[in-house]
Nanobody, 126 residues
Framework: QVQLVESGGGSVQAGGSLRLSCAAFSGYTYSNYCMGWFRQAPGKEREGVATIERDGTTNYADSVKGRFTISKDNRKNTVYLQMNSLKPEDTATYYC???????????????????WGQGTQVTVSS
C-alpha cells in the first residue's frame, strides 16, 4: 500500500505564494512513475492541476500555466507544487496522486488515479 502525504497548504493573500509537498511512504519510488497534483473547490468537481512523468515531462492546466511549477526530488521521494501569483479562484483542497505508469495517461489528468493523498487546504483571500 502506497501512502502519499501532502503538506504546505495554508492561507495567503492574492498575489502570494505557497509550496506544496507530497511525500511517499511504503517503499514507493516517485522517480519511476507519473505523479500529479489535483484540486477540488467546494461545489466543484476535482480537476487536474499539473503532472510530471518519469523523465520529468510536465503538463499544466491552462488556468495555472506560468504561475505553478511541478517538480520532484528523487532523493527525497517528494513531489512539489510551487504556486506563485495566487488568485482567490485557486482556493481549494489540493491532492497529490499517482498511477503506476512512467508516462501519464490522458485519463490521469481527468482525475483517475491509483493512489491519492489526504489533501491539503489552500485558501487565497482577495
Amino acid at each position: 500500500q502506497v501512502q502519499l502525504v501532502e503538506s504546505g497548504g495554508g492561507s495567503v493573500q492574492a498575489g502570494g505564494s505557497l509550496r506544496l509537498s507530497c511525500a511517499a511512504f511504503s517503499g514507493y519510488t516517485y522517480s519511476n512513475y507519473c505523479m500529479g497534483w489535483f484540486r477540488q473547490a467546494p461545489g466543484k468537481e476535482r480537476e487536474g492541476v499539473a503532472t510530471i512523468e518519469r523523465d520529468g515531462t510536465t503538463n499544466y492546466a491552462d488556468s495555472v500555466k506560468g504561475r505553478f511549477t511541478i517538480s520532484k526530488d528523487n532523493r527525497k521521494n517528494t513531489v512539489y507544487l510551487q504556486m506563485n501569483s495566487l488568485k482567490p479562484e485557486d482556493t481549494a483542497t489540493y491532492y497529490c496522486a499517482t498511477v503506476l505508469f512512467d508516462q501519464c495517461p490522458n485519463w490521469f489528468f481527468g482525475g483517475r488515479a491509483t493512489y491519492w493523498g489526504q489533501g491539503t487546504q489552500v485558501t487565497v483571500s482577495s
